[in-house]
């Protein structure tokens, strides 16, 4: 009895061996019910978590998953055994969350459902031919409701909702002209890579939708340091994840159990919309898709909504492949030679640090851009509480014609109180408001260099001895202003917090010592 598990373990390892033999000849059905075999033993293992034998059940566990895994990719099939498709269960979570789809979410619930069936033909047959389960083609319904623009406070994007790093590891790129995140096809190509990756890796289908809208490393740290066996119970991870983002699970599977039975839970679902049909030419003169579609009767956003990873929504100065109307790929060339080229200005940010008494709109009027631009580069939780002192990136068109807003200049004998955020450090403080760490540590009675987020500090003139304020007019430079008076170019650099690579601004009061 004493040598239970470990006898189990060995006739899950040697179902796993005959499994690899069948698979070798061919039979993929003997292959599959032996790696059946092998994962039903693993999941009657029941160890305690500093049992040995662990590890070996963890590897076995994998090595089953990702097997079955190449052997439905070697069949071009939809994986279809209970460990493999997504278990639908109604628990107290997904009943939850049927809940919020039945109240303040059912319009975007039922128009995200009508906007699927442009995209769903599509993420069907790329899935299919990954051997991944046809359930995930909902997966954007409830990452992006099926809005190839959609935009998160995580600066994630597109159907997917692929933050910028990711993209770029599954090949999604990314210029001035081009965010191919937002291009559907391409993003789903993505998409299936990485959930086919994080199958092979969870190995199993819950715990690897919890990665992928949770971060991988995220729930590996969870499931290293919890005490459970999460391999035999998704729902034992899920109460120890963020529930923000871990929702997405009980989401999706509210989403399924919604759309395979709509009448239980009082749904009438619309007709999905047709699939977007189009006909791809080449182009290599950049233009407006508005103007374009306006020389092609077409209303304004037909070419822009057919190629939303254009993010200029206009082609780019190069070749290539634009999405054009079925029957009007040649009339669409012919129109182009007409058009002006187009040349998007440089989208760029630039700094400003709140004032007292400034609003968000004030802002955003000042630069010409909008309150939303301004909450979603600076990640603003609410749009209605900003602070004096705090960085704010601010979107601008032509940013060498606009001047941001430097730290506030503290005066002598004034203080100013500065809440700590998330990537201060004393340094970055003492340099943005022109005094010393060391000033800053005795006015506060700190004794080491460590700060908390939410930390409030008291910073006080860190006005260098003699020195004066000088108010920065337009055109000026550092060198010429350290030259005015007599400075050395470091040292009028050093005093002000700045480098030589600083920019300084009409208005932005600076630190200088005149010479005798």
């Not at 692929?162 to 993505?190: C, Q, W």
Request: overall charge positive; some cysteine; charged content about 25%.
């Amino acid at each position: 009895e004493e040598n239970g598990p470990l006898v189990v373990l060995e006739e899950a390892l040697y179902a796993y061996q005959d499994a690899q033999i069948a698979w070798e000849k061919g039979d993929f059905d003997t292959a599959l019910a032996a790696l059946d075999e092998a994962y039903s033993l693993i999941l009657k293992l029941k160890l305690t978590p500093d049992d040995p034998l662990n590890q070996e059940k963890n590897d076995l566990r994998l090595m089953v998953a990702q097997r079955i895994q190449e052997i439905y990719a070697s069949q071009g099939t939809a994986v279809g055994n209970n460990h493999q498709t997504i278990p639908l269960e109604e628990n107290k979570h997904v009943l939850n969350e049927i809940k919020v789809f039945q109240g303040k979410e059912r319009k975007l619930f039922e128009a995200s459902f009508k906007r699927s069936g442009r995209y769903r033909e599509m993420i069907l047959d790329e899935l299919t031919r990954a051997g991944l389960p046809e359930e995930l083609s909902w997966m954007p319904m409830i990452e992006s409701w099926f809005n190839t623009r959609a935009y998160s406070r995580a600066r994630a994007l597109g159907l997917w909702q692929f933050i910028a790093s990711t993209g770029n590891r599954f090949g999604l790129k990314r210029d001035h002209y081009v965010d191919e995140r937002m291009d559907p096809i391409k993003s789903t190509r993505a998409a299936k890579k990485y959930l086919t990756e994080l199958h092979s890796h969870f190995g199993d289908w819950t715990t690897a939708l919890a990665a992928y809208n949770c971060g991988e490393y995220r729930v590996k740290r969870v499931i290293r340091t919890q005490r459970e066996n999460y391999l035999d119970n998704f729902w034992d991870l899920y109460i120890k994840l963020p529930q923000e983002t871990a929702r997405f699970v009980p989401r999706f599977i509210a989403t399924l159990l919604i759309i395979n039975n709509p009448e239980k839970y009082g749904f009438d679902l619309p007709t999905p919309d047709p699939p977007q049909e189009y006909e791809t030419i080449s182009v290599n003169k950049p233009v407006r898709l508005s103007s374009l579609s306006a020389a092609l009767g077409l209303e304004s956003e037909t070419l822009a909504s057919l190629n939303p990873e254009l993010r200029q929504k206009s082609t780019p100065d190069r070749e290539y492949p634009l999405k054009a109307p079925v029957g009007l790929g040649e009339q669409t060339l012919a129109s182009m030679n007409t058009l002006p080229r187009y040349i998007p200005p440089e989208s760029t940010y630039v700094v400003h640090y709140v004032r007292r008494g400034e609003t968000l709109s004030e802002i955003a009027e000042r630069y010409g851009t909008s309150v939303r631009a301004i909450a979603r580069t600076s990640n603003l939780r609410s749009v209605n509480f900003i602070r004096p002192g705090q960085r704010l990136r601010i979107p601008v068109r032509g940013a060498s014609r606009v001047y941001a807003s430097p730290p506030p200049l503290i005066k002598e004998g004034e203080k100013l109180i500065y809440i700590v955020r998330r990537g201060d450090s004393l340094y970055k403080i003492a340099r943005d408001y022109s005094t010393t760490i060391q000033k800053i540590k005795e006015d506060n009675n700190l004794t080491s260099n460590n700060l908390a987020v939410g930390q409030k500090l008291v910073i006080q003139s860190g006005k260098p001895e003699g020195a004066i304020t000088y108010t920065v007019k337009a055109g000026d430079t550092p060198f010429e202003i350290a030259r005015e008076y007599g400075m050395n170019l470091n040292t009028f650099l050093r005093i002000n917090g700045l480098n030589r690579r600083s920019r300084i601004y009409p208005g932005q009061g600076l630190w200088v010592v005149p010479k005798d």
